[in-house]
């Protein structure tokens, strides 16, 4: 069975960074595009940023533009979303997933990935 874990989260002060991880057993990550997601209590899951399959074409939700980037290492099966300038309204749980399809389709869309892990907490003071 395929699993997907993501770690790195923590508490963190506004400012600061943090680089999350997320990890994918056998090759589940190989030749698809890997999205993180992030979901603050009492509120939807929300697109964060995307990464295709081999690394050249990146998106990110406007509110991380600039704040964040994304990569991949598949011979670890590794993807990464390394983030910077951390504001408060950071704050959520963050899930990584894979995509459906190519990383153009809807990327914003949660119900387009699949294999989603338990997530990460991330937990920005003021």
């Known amino acids: 069975q395929v699993q997907v874990v993501e770690s790195g989260g923590g508490l963190v002060q506004a400012g600061g960074s943090v680089r999350l991880s997320c990890a994918a057993s056998?090759?589940?990550?190989?030749?698809?595009?890997v999205g993180w997601f992030r979901q603050a209590p009492g509120k939807a899951r929300e697109f964060v940023a995307i990464?295709?399959?081999?690394?050249?074409?990146?998106y990110y939700a406007d509110s991380m533009e600039g704040r964040a980037t994304i990569s991949r290492d598949d011979a670890k099966n590794m993807v990464y979303l390394q983030m910077n300038s951390l504001k408060p309204e950071d704050t959520a749980v963050y899930y990584c997933?894979?995509?459906?399809?190519?990383?153009?389709?809807?990327?914003?869309?949660?119900?387009?990935?699949?294999?989603w892990g338990q997530g990460t907490q991330v937990t920005v003071s003021s």
């Open positions: 056998g090759r589940a990550f190989s030749s698809y595009a």
């Open positions: 990464i295709n399959w081999s690394g050249v074409t990146t």
């Open positions: 997933a894979r995509k459906r399809g190519g990383v153009d389709y809807y990327y914003h869309d949660r119900n387009n990935y699949e294999l």
